[in-house]
């Protein structure tokens, strides 16, 4: 599967994802990481990719909560210009709120005691988007969307977490990073059927 998603030149997401540290996450990274999780929740990723860069000038690039805070109207309005959805943008304005309130110092002790609970206190962040978003800031666990699910239904694994740890163990990937590889190979519609004949590395997705 690495290789298939090698050959279709998403080798960077795996690569990011190894340097994902929650130890020493920053704000910016912080609110950058929890915006993106909001705006792909319930969107295909590759169309909040083609918007983020503009979104993120219009949220003073993440600079600090409290900058975001006091120009919050501003950030939204301009926000929805590229991308019509308020609440969203409204969420993203609250995640600012809920650092400056509480400082990020404050925020990183809890997320480092339990990461999970903490970020369901976040606007748009549920069970399976707050471990999108702790995989995202660096914690060892994947998240368990559709199309992990459907892989480990299909490899006759009991969940997402049993496949990717099993597969950790094997191969002494973090569990985040085998995350990414499954997740991009079906995102991108990888080979299921040549998963048990060992042929995916003769396979390409333009091919």
């Given at each position: ?18 340097t ?15 915006a993106w ?16 860069d ?57 997320l ?42 299909r ?38 059927d040549?998963?048990a ?11």
């Amino acid at each position: 599967m690495r290789t298939w998603i090698s050959r279709a030149g998403f080798d960077w997401e795996a690569d990011w994802q190894r340097t994902r540290n929650l130890e020493t996450v920053t704000e910016r990274e912080f609110l950058c990481e929890t915006a993106w999780v909001i705006l792909c929740s319930g969107f295909r990723a590759a169309v909040i990719r083609q918007r983020f860069d503009h979104i993120s000038l219009c949220f003073c690039d993440w600079e600090s909560a409290e900058v975001i805070w006091r120009s919050r109207e501003l950030c939204v309005s301009t926000a929805m210009g590229v991308f019509r959805h308020e609440q969203k943008m409204r969420a993203i304005a609250e995640v600012a709120a809920f650092v400056n309130r509480e400082g990020f110092p404050s925020v990183l002790e809890r997320l480092r005691s339990d990461a999970l609970p903490t970020l369901q206190e976040l606007p748009y962040i549920g069970p399976v988007t707050s471990m999108h978003l702790a995989k995202n800031l660096g914690c060892p666990m994947p998240k368990p969307d559709r199309h992990l699910v459907r892989l480990a239904q299909r490899l006759s694994c009991s969940s997402p977490f049993e496949l990717c740890e099993s597969v950790s163990t094997a191969t002494g990937e973090p569990v985040s990073v085998v995350d990414v590889v499954f997740w991009r190979f079906m995102e991108q519609g990888g080979p299921l059927d040549l998963i048990a004949s060992g042929a995916l590395a003769d396979t390409h997705p333009l091919q």
